[in-house]
């Protein structure tokens, strides 16, 4: 028998959510729901370029229906013994905790998964798990982070016609390859987002009308969460957490201190923090991350940096490809993609990165050739479909070592 235990502490703002946990209602299925938004208002615009007439002005109506979205998983068919409590460890195989009207549970279990994720406290404005349930528009809001939420929140606030702006604490899209962050940045700041480099908030004071400060009417906080493990008495049955975040500390294969837990996503220390992770759980799969930025972002592999640090000698044994292009449906914004690989050899492919419309659908594809230890004559000597954007991988020749032109001409 499976035993789910789900509860949500409510947020600051009074937010509380069901079945279906951070992805699927207030993270990345709201959230592409809400890029898809973004993306009809660019093709809206574009469509009178087609030779739509289309009346003017074009705005967007903030309603509950769009900003509001849920969904719920029915575990039920499934077997599955859904138990609205919040647990904690008595030991290695038991769980108790306490449901809403107060009475105590216990529950014995061979196995245990902890995947209870982290939380945002913050006292003033809304955060990326408020957003998609606000009734009304945030209206001139700025977004504060340095990640891929926060760049994807600022991208589809911008989208949907509000005055934003992107706080970025540190570098764009921290952790990703540098070169494609440059250029979504780039797509973004063209797009009407605006920019704060190196921002770092000290303070936010709540006025006596009600709003914040008398420049932004709302904050959208992005920065980060706290791993929810202080109250799950982890460290009395064994549990080893990291000192510096809170964090689990789990190996490769999600196995963590005691054998028969294990631990993934946000609560795990160096866990990749995406929900294919969570689905695959026991199994840790290559990750592919997709960024629904209004310039699409897709990757399979190790970013440029990455590569750069694993291999101590970046002359003699990496190799990376771009190219520069542009759509065949757009002809103002530019796209890029780049191929890390192996410099000698067969020229295996360490990393693969692409900016462009339904990134995440060309990256899928590509991920299963990587995994099988594609090269990059695998790559260019690939059949394309004639004219998709995914075309444009096989293309790649130019390495940035030759400091030639990388810019696609014709077909």
Not at 31 to 49: F, I, W
Not at 73 to 99: A, C, M, P, Q, W
Request: hydrophobic share 40%; with cysteine; net charge neutral.
């Amino acid at each position: 028998t499976i035993a789910v235990l789900d509860y949500v502490e409510p947020s600051v703002k009074g937010t509380k959510w069901g079945i279906g946990g951070t992805c699927v209602t207030v993270g990345c299925i709201p959230k592409k729901l809400m890029h898809q938004a973004s993306l009809l208002g660019t093709a809206v615009k574009d469509a009178q370029k087609y030779g739509w007439q289309i009346p003017r002005p074009i705005s967007h109506d903030c309603s509950p229906v769009v900003f509001a979205w849920c969904h719920h998983v029915v575990f039920f068919d499934r077997n599955v013994k859904y138990l609205n409590i919040k647990g904690s460890l008595v030991d290695e195989h038991t769980v108790k905790g306490l449901t809403r009207t107060g009475k105590e549970m216990t529950l014995t279990a061979k196995g245990i998964v902890i995947a209870a994720g982290g939380r945002q406290t913050i006292q003033h404005g809304i955060t990326s798990g408020v957003i998609f349930w606000l009734k009304e528009s945030p209206a001139k809001t700025p977004v504060v982070g340095a990640g891929y939420v926060a760049m994807e929140c600022a991208g589809f606030l911008t989208g949907i016609g509000l005055d934003t702006t992107f706080m970025m604490c540190s570098i764009p899209l921290r952790g990703f390859d540098q070169q494609m962050a440059g250029l979504v940045t780039d797509y973004m700041e063209a797009y009407s987002t605006k920019f704060s480099r190196r921002s770092v908030p000290k303070r936010l004071d709540k006025l006596s009308s009600g709003a914040l400060q008398d420049t932004f009417d709302s904050v959208l906080w992005a920065v980060g969460r706290a791993p929810e493990t202080k109250s799950l008495n982890l460290e009395k049955v064994g549990v080893k957490l990291s000192k510096e975040s809170g964090k689990i500390i789990v190996a490769a294969d999600e196995s963590i201190s005691v054998p028969n837990i294990f631990a993934f996503v946000v609560i795990g220390e160096g866990c990749p923090k995406l929900t294919p992770t969570a689905v695959k759980a026991g199994k840790l799969l290559q990750t592919r991350p997709m960024m629904f930025t209004p310039l699409e972002y897709g990757c399979v592999g190790l970013s440029e940096e990455e590569a750069e640090s694993r291999h101590p000698s970046i002359q003699d044994s990496i190799e990376v490809y771009h190219a520069f292009y542009k759509l065949l449906e757009f002809t103002v914004a530019e796209r890029c993609q780049h191929v890390v690989c192996e410099r000698d050899g067969g020229q295996r492919i360490l990393g693969l990165h692409f900016t462009s419309s339904n990134a995440g659908e060309v990256t899928q594809g590509f991920a299963m050739g990587f995994q099988c230890g594609a090269t990059l004559t695998h790559l260019t000597e690939t059949v394309v479909i004639h004219p998709t954007c995914a075309e444009e991988l096989t293309k790649v020749n130019v390495s940035k070592r030759s400091g030639l032109d990388a810019t696609v001409t014709g077909c």
